[in-house]
């Protein structure tokens, strides 16, 4: 018996082995027969110049695309189907970074017709629709944006295929893609962390018009002009999704939001439809385009999200603040020194008024000699309000709010208090704590303490720190990503540090 059980598993392990033998052999010849092929693709939102093309099912392999937007790619055994992801670059048409994501969906890419592929904002709604499982309503969304002649959107290239129409409309439906994910990218959370990834901000937004422009056409007919109302349906439906995947109490999305991106891409709009509408070819409307300086200008500007531009503390700019050091301090009047506890801000392309939410912190380090002292304070919400010129109107910090102080001095060591009521902290443009201290007896006395310790001639170190809620300060300023503690608030903000001198 035993015998045979060892026959049957030599047998056994024979066979097995031959069908391995076999399988490997299969796999070789598979890889042996395999023939690359090159494909030819191409960008557009405008012409995409210098975007970053990743293939997502290829171990992040990525390519960019040239100065009109093309890209070329020779598949292999390891990447020869898969999904594209575009971003980055220049819109060759507005010559702005583009901020928003193009999608394609997963193909085989050696066996696409011709070797050549579109990525567009079409095919980023064929890519949305095919990961929610609904295919089926591509037609009838092309139907609702006045694009159903259009058979092959995989290779239709808008900037060059399609009428002065055509183009219009792909073009307004991505910079309303792009407005949308640019202000819930911008949104963040308590600790300073950003509410939406760009893949998040995207995937809310092309379900948001996947779910409206299935049933309602977005212009109105024969024409690139937006429809009000179901631009409006579309921007609230986004930020309410946005606000319940945020899940969070203590964040909140500023409304004015719908009224910037409403009047920015009606705007757009009005203003590329006046030139579609002289008809001709999508050539003849970049050509159009290009020399109307006018109209292009008014398509760029309104495109710009709001952005903090101007950043002051102490009355001097972030150029001459960075520019301070121990050795080489501002000076300042210790009359002045309230200034130190000071920020102003302005909006750059605000087109409405608007509203955010800030979280602002203060270090002090006072030093003299020997003498070393800091005082730290911390405000987790103070309201502003922007006018339609990006100008600071007012800076509330509402009833309840928690005030967090801490310093070195023994006589202040940790102190907390809640703001009785509403109280405004704004003057002559600056968001000013001066009142703030004024407001709370012991407060204006551990802070009249701290100064009276300072003799002119005193070094004073100043950071700070700041989180807008709803839109971003300026990259360019190049401010540090800092977390603060103070007391029991800690948050990550941009951090702003300078060095004064007491005159």
Known sequence: MLIKNSKICVFTMAVSGFLAACGDSSKEAESTSFTPTT????????????????????ENTSIKTD?????????????????ITITGGIDTGTNLPFTGILKFKKMDLKNLQNGILVVSPLTSLEYYLEKAGQSGQLNPILTNLGLSNISNISQFDPAKDGDAHTL?????????????EDHLQAIHKDDGSNAFSQEQAAQITFDTLISQLSTQALFTADSA????????????????????????????????????????????SSTIDSIAQQGGTSADLLSALQTNTQALETITENLKTPTYNDF??????????????????????????????????????????????????????????????????????????????????????????VINISSSSKNI???QFIVPQDMMVNANGNIS?????????????????????????????VTAYVLPRTYTINPQFNLSQETVTIGSLTFKGSALTGYFKLS
């Not at 219009?168 to 949308?180: H, K, M, Y």
């Not at 003498?371 to 007012?394: A, D, M, P, R, T």
Request: include cysteine; aromatic fraction near 8%; proline fraction near 3%.
């Open 312 to 401: 002051f503390l102490a009355n001097y700019d972030v150029a001459a603040i960075k520019a301070s050091s121990e050795t080489n301090p501002l000076n300042i009047g210790l009359k002045d020194l309230n200034d130190t506890l000071a920020v102003q801000f302005k909006l750059a392309n605000a087109k409405s008024e608007l509203n955010d939410t800030l979280a602002l912190a203060f270090k002090l380090n006072g030093t003299n000699g020997t003498y070393h002292e800091n005082l730290n304070i911390s405000i987790n919400n103070i309201q502003v309000k922007f006018n339609n010129q990006g100008s600071l109107l007012s800076a509330k910090i509402p009833k309840n709010t």
């Open 39 to 58: 494909i030819q693709g191409t960008a557009v939102d405008f012409y995409l110049k210098g975007a970053d093309i990743k293939f997502d099912d290829c």
């Open 225 to 268: 002009k937006i429809n009000p109302d179901v631009l409006k349906n579309i921007i609230d439906q986004a930020i309410n999704t946005a606000k319940v995947q945020m899940n969070d109490p203590d964040s909140t999305i500023d409304p004015t939001i719908t009224d910037q991106i409403s009047n920015n891409i009606i705007a757009v």
């Open 433 to 461: 704590l001066n009142d703030l201290i004024q407001s709370n007896g012991t407060l204006k006395n551990y802070y009249t303490n701290y100064i009276n310790k300072l003799p002119a001639s005193s070094l004073i170190q």
């Open 168 to 180: 219009a409309i792909v073009f307004i439906l991505q910079q309303l893609a792009t407005q949308i």
């Open 413 to 415: 060591q940790q102190f």
């Open 67 to 83: 100065a009109n937007g093309n890209f070329s790619f020779t598949t292999t055994t390891a990447c020869y189907e898969s999904a």
